[in-house]
């Protein structure tokens, strides 16, 4: 199923406006191997929150997420898989983040471990955009829940 079809059947079976519109269609982090397990994650209620580099919001010219947002996830190839719609987000320095907030996103068992995996990924992101990750980096907080699944 390619997105639009996803979209189509999304709008059908909530009753939404065919006038609504999603903000985003992605897949999470950098390799096949962590998008598909976070994207398991996400369809199993594990996962309900994620996070970016404010900085790359900018240096890509899009928009910040905002609550009532949908989006679409997709796996590594592109497959729609579903679809989220933002329920809260908070920006705030990267060292402010706490176990508190990142446990939202249910990958890590630890701050620590949130801490090391984020910043890998922070690091590889700027390198690929242009931004130097740092602990006073902004980061874009996003909860969401899953309202459609393929």
């Known amino acids: ?17 065919r006038a609504t519109e999603y903000i985003d269609c992605f897949h999470f982090e950098l390799t096949e191997k962590l998008a598909n397990e976070l994207l398991e994650l996400v369809l ?14 900018e240096v890509e010219r899009s928009r910040i997420p905002q609550v009532g947002d949908y989006s679409i996830i997709t796996d590594w190839e592109g497959t729609p898989r579903c679809a989220i719609e933002t329920t809260a987000v908070t920006i705030l320095n990267y060292k402010e983040i706490t176990f508190d907030i990142c446990s939202r ?13 984020h910043e890998k990924f922070f690091t590889e ?20 829940k899953v309202v459609f699944k393929a």
């Open 105 to 117: 996103e249910g990958e890590d068992d630890c701050l620590e471990s949130w801490q090391r995996g």
């Open 125 to 144: 992101d700027g390198k690929a955009l242009g931004y130097e990750f740092s602990q006073d980096m902004p980061v874009v907080f996003e909860d969401f």
């Open 1 to 17: 199923m390619n997105i639009n079809e996803f979209w189509k059947e999304f709008l059908k079976a909530t009753n939404k406006d």
């Open 44 to 57: 199993t209620g594990q996962k309900r929150a994620t996070c970016s580099s404010l900085l790359a919001y």
